[in-house]
């Protein structure tokens, strides 16, 4: 095997056929053609990989049977041992002394026992049953399951109906699915409107289906009519004061240089816009701690964007994945929507959303930039806006998008957007504290212009079943309820240079727990996809 700093030259380079060829052979296939379909990359540590291959199996299908599509996932480690790993009889072990590679065929992976249990129509009815959990009406009519997201190792989502009556099923480690029903249902108790657990088991959360349909799909049918800016709001202030003791998860913005570093492993080109785009974002919020308490005072979710929150006739009515609930600053809540929307947004220029959908788009940005700017500081709000969109900026290759260098590169350019609204909002304070001479500036920047988007995302066992599970498809679906966005401008604005202020500060102390590992929760941009038919 070629040596690599992370496995990531092995994983993602022509050496990977060899791995897929060896694994399969060794499960009595024959691979005929592959393609690499994801990959989540820590820099000089580890990576994972997804692939979606055409195999043959002669011994359970005969020689004549075509070939069939398959999905394969590999991780390499290097330095660091394989933490939480459940079920590794399915899986393949290849080693050089240096790179560990273990090879896996879906759904058998190792960390999320449980999926192979729910990603097949007749296995899952069996689960649920013996979970007490009744789909329709009629037992003996088919179960549909669509595969939501996939996050190899980390965790899945799939949609199980049957009889027009659906449930979701959130497949994770073991060891964390009691922490997300208790999460749940203190939530539900304060009148939170969350899913209702209907069933757990290790692994596995059964979630009732929400009414209405997700903002990210209505904020690009019907914009700033989808819902109200104080009504999202409102629905992150009765998050519970009970949640706040809860361990502390970093925001984004803890995290640029990480991501940033994903970015530049992949596209060394964009090596010192990045570079000037965590200093940026450092030297501004530093600057902010100056001025004003930066300690977490909220209970925040965590990871809020277009994708969580459900609407219907202009309300609010439902929040999804709460699995991030704990103390924060409503900045990073508000921040992150604002985010991803303008990364929607920008979707607009590349022709990934029509104009019209582009549109609507940016004028809810606007909108609801202006009510999040008054409750929470303008700066900060801008900076930190920077700091998710720069993590979604890892996505493209992740996923492998068609053009994902350019892609990419959007993505950074809105980020640096998002930068310059910050000057402009520090340079609108600064100006309204100024001596009564100085000339009048607006009190609220206009929010950036806005983007748009919407994609798809996701291994060997000891032998192929002649079933057929729920799977990724390959094809990306318009846009919809799991897409990611942010901001957008006519031309990047520059990102050298701290963001104005009266001059820098210490950052805080960190936690005394520690930061979080960038990897365990880190955007994924997950969202719907289509499942392959049967066959």
């Known amino acids: 095997m070629a040596r690599t700093q992370d496995g990531s030259e092995l994983l993602t380079g022509p050496g990977a056929g060899g791995l897929l060829r060896s694994a399969v052979g060794n499960s009595g296939g024959v691979l005929h053609s592959w393609q690499l379909d994801h990959v989540d990359h820590r820099p000089g540590r580890s990576t994972k990989a997804l692939y979606r291959t055409m195999v043959s199996w002669p011994e359970l299908d005969g020689p004549q049977a075509p070939a069939r599509e398959e999905l394969f996932g590999a991780s390499a480690h290097i330095g660091e041992r394989e933490k939480d790993l459940y079920v590794a009889e399915q899986t393949l072990v290849m080693t050089d002394g240096d790179i560990n590679v273990r090879v896996w065929r879906y759904p058998h992976d190792p960390w999320l026992p449980m999926l192979p249990q729910v990603c097949y129509p007749d296995v899952v009815g069996r689960t649920l049953a013996g979970l007490g959990v009744t789909l329709g009406p009629d037992p003996t009519a088919p179960i549909v399951i669509d595969v939501v997201s996939y996050r190899p190792g980390r965790r899945a989502v799939l949609r199980a109906a049957q009889g027009g009556h659906a449930v979701f099923l959130k497949v994770m480690q073991p060891h964390r699915s009691g922490e997300i029903v208790d999460r749940h249902e203190r939530l539900l108790a304060a009148g939170v409107p969350v899913p ?46 009970s949640m706040y003791p809860l361990p502390l998860r970093p925001p984004w913005t803890d995290s640029v240089e990480f991501y940033a570093g994903i970015v530049a492993s992949s596209l060394p080109s964009l090596g010192p816009r990045l570079d000037a785009l965590v200093r940026t974002i450092r030297d501004g919020l530093s600057a902010l701690e100056q001025r004003m308490d930066m300690r977490p005072h909220d209970v925040v979710h965590g ?23 704990g103390p924060g600053r409503r900045a990073d809540d508000l921040a ?118 919407t994609q798809p995302a996701p291994v060997p066992s000891a032998a192929p079943s002649a079933r057929s599970a729920a799977v990724p498809s390959a094809a990306p679906r318009s846009a919809g309820p799991e897409s990611a966005a942010p901001p957008r401008h006519s031309a990047p604005a520059p990102s050298a240079g701290p963001v104005p202020s009266a001059g820098p500060v210490p950052s805080a102390a960190p936690d005394p727990a520690g930061p979080s590992d960038p990897d365990d929760d880190a955007p994924t941009q997950e969202r719907r996809i289509s499942s392959i038919l049967p066959r």
């Not at 290790?202 to 104080?230: F, M, Q, S, T, Y």
């Not at 006739?313 to 699995?323: A, E, Q, S, T, Y």
């Not at 609204?421 to 009190?443: D, G, I, N, Y």
């Open 196 to 241: 209702t657990v209907i069933a757990h088991h290790d692994g596995l959360v059964v979630l009732e289906e929400l009414p209405g349909r997700p903002l990210a799909r209505a904020v690009i049918d019907e914009g700033v009519d989808a819902c109200r800016a104080e009504d999202l709001v409102a629905l992150l202030d009765r998050l519970p004061a």
């Open 303 to 325: 990871d809020f964007y277009e994708a969580q929150v459900f609407v219907q006739d202009g309300r609010v009515v439902g929040m999804l994945d709460i699995d991030t609930v």
């Open 336 to 453: 992150c929507l604002l985010a991803h929307l303008s990364v929607l947004a920008d979707y607009g220029n590349a022709g990934r959303i029509d104009r019209a959908m582009q549109e609507r788009v940016e004028l809810a940005i606007r909108t609801w930039h202006t009510v999040f700017a008054d409750r929470v500081d303008p700066t900060e709000l801008a900076l930190r806006s920077a700091g998710v969109v720069l993590s979604l900026a890892t996505g493209p290759h992740r996923q492998q998008e068609a053009a994902w260098e350019a892609a990419t590169e959007a993505i950074v350019r809105v980020a640096e957007e998002w930068v310059s609204a910050a000057r402009s909002a520090e340079t609108a304070r600064l100006a309204r504290t100024a001596p009564p001479a100085a000339a009048p500036v607006p009190a609220t920047p206009s929010a950036p212009a806005v983007p748009s988007a």
